[in-house]
């Protein structure tokens, strides 16, 4: 739009647009997100082209001291962003020529709105990925504290939900440490590609103005300038990269809340939640529900959404840009927010349970968990080969089901009937602690192996 009210292009299309697209094709009230970046690259690309000589400097300088009024205005909440102006880049050019009239006009000479909503966009999403990544570090600081304090919690580890082996609970949350760790290196991945500058493809074939490309990257803080004029408006390569990197964390998260469900669950109670983050319910009185687990578990849902949105936009588009592509700030800033609030929300999860130590070393005493250790020990003492150590073991734990005993209750003389060339020390391999700490190999759960992670986590 212009100062008359009418588009840009008003002058080659005669009417008006219809009503039910006008507001459809309107994008303003999601980009407007991306104000501060638009009028970054707008102020680096006008001194592009003043030191370029496409412009004068008397010009340049109107048009920065406009943008910055434009900013200042928006910061200070005194901008109506109004959808008839399209997008934010639109209604930030016609602001422009309202504030210092028709040198205005000089500000899009050597650009078009493909590429500069790519640098807008891309400019967004390098200091979204850092805002990100920081939170991370938050999460993985509050699961350090828990693991501190938690180096001799005995919990049984678990497969298929059954008792599997005994772990420490310290290792069982620094899992959580390696998978935020792996997404925060997914997130530092997306800079290489993000750090390549789209300013100067134009509209799609690049311009016949003798722009400096090496300037503007330099001063909006990418590496390079992209390659292919064509391929770099119509590419979206690094929006599903951030919507794969967000889906992948979710889902880890998704998976954290849904384990602490259960373990906040009556039937396991292996830990509770503390009131602050707990709900209550509208008719049973005893009532308190795991609502912000929930929220974390069902999250994943939009953000696999996004991602899905995205490719399939993406799926059979010719080259170069269509309107099919707008879509993706909206899908972005979704993803975004959802994770943000998720990240916020385990956070304070974190914060606000206590680990039921009583009720894991109970659970960690059933199941026969220490059969592994016992086959081991043939292995180790007797010279069996597994395969022969893993069936004797098996019938101690038959003989145990049968008489309903655990394997720490066997004496030496039920043990010698089923196995005779056993002697008493077999006796500690059902101790918990000693089966914990004999998974010494590099990543076990030993508490030695968990406190020099713990050290190196600390470091890193
Ligand atoms: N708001 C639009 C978008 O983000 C701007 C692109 C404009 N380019 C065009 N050729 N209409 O997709």
């Avoid at 493809?201 to 590496?223: C, M, Q, V």
Wanted: hydrophobic share 35%; with cysteine; charged share 25%.
């Amino acid at each position: 739009m212009n100062k008359k009210n009418t588009p840009v292009w008003g002058t080659r299309i005669k009417k008006k647009t219809t009503t039910a697209f006008e507001k459809i094709s309107s994008s303003i009230n999601i980009d407007k997100r991306l104000y501060k970046e638009d009028i970054f690259a707008s102020i680096a690309h006008v001194e592009m082209l003043n030191r370029q000589k496409i412009i004068n400097f008397k010009i340049k300088n109107k048009i920065i001291w406009g943008l910055k009024k434009i900013q200042n205005q928006i910061v200070k909440k005194n901008y109506v962003f109004d959808y008839k102006d399209e997008d934010i880049h639109m209604s930030i050019e016609k602001k422009l020529f309202e504030l210092i009239g028709d040198d205005a006009g000089f500000i899009h000479t050597a650009r078009s709105r493909n590429d500069q909503v790519l640098v807008d966009f891309k400019l967004w999403l390098l200091k979204s990925n850092e805002q990100l990544i920081k939170i991370l570090d938050q999460t993985n600081k509050n699961i350090l504290k828990i693991a501190e304090k938690n180096i001799y919690t005995i919990m049984p580890g678990f497969t298929h939900l059954k008792n599997a082996q005994p772990i420490s609970f310290a290792h069982y949350i620094l899992a959580y440490i390696e998978m935020f760790n792996r997404d925060k290196k997914r997130l530092n991945n997306n800079f290489s590609n993000l750090k390549e500058n789209p300013l100067g493809s134009g509209a799609i074939s690049g311009t016949s103005f003798n722009i400096d490309r090496s300037y503007t990257t330099k001063k909006l803080g990418f590496k390079i300038p992209t390659g292919n004029s064509i391929d770099t408006v119509s590419d979206r390569d690094f929006v599903l990269d951030f919507l794969f990197a967000s889906a992948v964390c979710a889902m880890h998260i998704s998976r954290l809340a849904e384990e602490f469900i259960i373990w906040n669950s009556d039937a396991f109670r292996l830990i509770t939640l503390n009131d602050k983050i707990v709900t209550g319910s509208s008719i049973m009185p005893q009532k308190k529900n795991p609502d912000p687990l929930e929220y974390l578990r069902g999250k994943v849902g939009s953000s696999y959404g996004n991602l899905f949105s995205m490719l399939t936009i993406l799926k059979g588009l010719p080259l170069s840009y269509f309107k099919d592509l707008q879509d993706d700030k909206k899908i972005v800033f979704e993803a975004y927010d959802n994770l943000i609030d998720s990240l916020k929300v385990l956070n304070e999860v974190l914060k606000n349970f206590t680990v039921n130590r009583n009720e894991m070393l109970n659970l960690a005493n059933k199941g026969y968990i220490t059969s592994t250790d016992l086959a081991d020990y043939f292995v180790k003492n007797l010279n069996y080969s597994f395969r022969k150590s893993y069936q004797i073991s098996a019938k101690i734990v038959n003989y145990c089901e049968k008489n309903k005993k655990n394997l720490s209750d066997l004496s030496l003389k039920e043990i010698k009937k089923i196995e005779p060339k056993v002697n008493d020390d077999i006796i500690k391999v059902f101790d918990l602690k000693s089966s914990i700490n004999s998974k010494k190999s590099y990543g076990g759960t030993s508490f030695e192996n968990i406190k020099k992670m713990i050290k190196k986590y600390k470091n890193a």
